[in-house]
């Protein structure tokens, strides 16, 4: 099966990321950022026959909540791919004939707090799993930051990556979310030396390359092509998606320095009939 062009964007909310809202709930983020993308498509929220909300919130309560009765309903679990993941969901959903209209929300209030050893966040951690002798006596860095700890030394080691490298990813991304209003960082620049004086999480991360567990909540409204034509934005096709299952034990993994996105991003792409070559704009997790 292919999506390509089979499915389409029309609309979309975004609740600003913050690092707590204390007093708020996950469903009421989620709800505010369906409202959102439900007025931005320009559709009542009784023209929604389809749902995929994050597990944490479930299909069920958040259909309830927001009050709608959909025909289709999933969530989705794939720590920090579960965006992608769940409009991929929603467009399979869509191409398959099972709803028209999908309503995709996934939030967290946060309301604080040390987050969860080996997970939380939407860092890709593995929820706390220690299966192993190696994992039980000592337990996971927090989020996702032993997975990270052990590429990163790996990285260096085949390629002779520099720390003040790795730095600058950490600034670059910074950089990009100065003069977004939604970011948490808006307007809170760092530099390479910020970072790399920073202290240390789990050698050999510093806490400015770490991922900073933070609260908001996004949605989009998924369709039809032939519903799009009469919605009032441009829409945004979908045009391919990929994915590819790593190791949940990072440390078993063959090639730590290898992500499974190499794989899922070669698949989207062969979907879409594009190359990497022609893209213009890139955007990748961490």
């Given amino acids: 099966m292919t999506l390509r062009g089979k499915a389409a964007i029309v609309g979309i909310g975004e609740v600003p990321t913050r690092r707590t809202y204390p007093g708020r709930t996950n469903y009421g983020i989620a709800a505010e950022a369906a409202r959102m993308a439900i007025q931005d498509a320009g559709i009542r ?5 389809g749902i995929v909300a994050d597990a944490g919130l479930g299909p069920a309560l958040m259909s309830q909540y ?3 009765r959909p025909t289709y309903a999933s969530s989705v679990n794939i720590a920090g791919a579960s965006g992608v ?5 929603a467009a399979s959903a869509v191409v398959a004939g099972m709803c ?16 969860a050893a080996g997970g939380g966040g939407g860092d890709g951690g593995v929820g706390g799993m220690q299966t192993t002798e190696w994992e039980v006596p000592y337990g996971l860095a927090a989020g996702m930051n032993t997975g990270y700890g052990m590429m990163y030394v790996r990285h260096m080691h085949e390629f002779g990556t520099k720390p003040e490298q790795l730095a600058k990813m950490a600034v670059d991304q ?19 030396e910020d970072v790399m004086n920073s202290r240390y999480i789990n050698y050999p991360l510093h806490i400015l390359e770490s991922v900073m567990p933070c609260a908001g909540g996004g949605a ?13 934005n ?6 391919g998606a990929g994915m590819e299952m790593g190791t949940a034990l990072y440390w078993e993994s063959p090639r730590l320095t290898t992500s499974p996105a190499k794989v899922s991003a070669a698949k989207a792409l062969r979907m879409a009939g594009y190359s990497s070559k022609d893209m213009q704009f890139a955007e990748f997790y961490d």
């Fill in 45 to 49: 929220k009784e023209d929604i026959n």
């Fill in 66 to 68: 927001i009050g709608i």
């Fill in 85 to 89: 993941g769940a409009i991929a969901l």
């Fill in 100 to 115: 028209d209209t999908v309503l995709v929300t996934l939030a967290s209030a946060r309301q604080g707090g040390p987050p």
């Fill in 174 to 192: 910074r950089f990009n979310a100065l003069k977004n209003p939604n970011s948490v960082f808006q307007n809170q620049p760092i530099t390479i």
């Fill in 220 to 232: 989009c409204i998924v369709t039809t092509p032939e519903r799009a034509k009469a919605l009032p």
């Fill in 234 to 239: 441009r829409a945004a096709y979908v045009l």
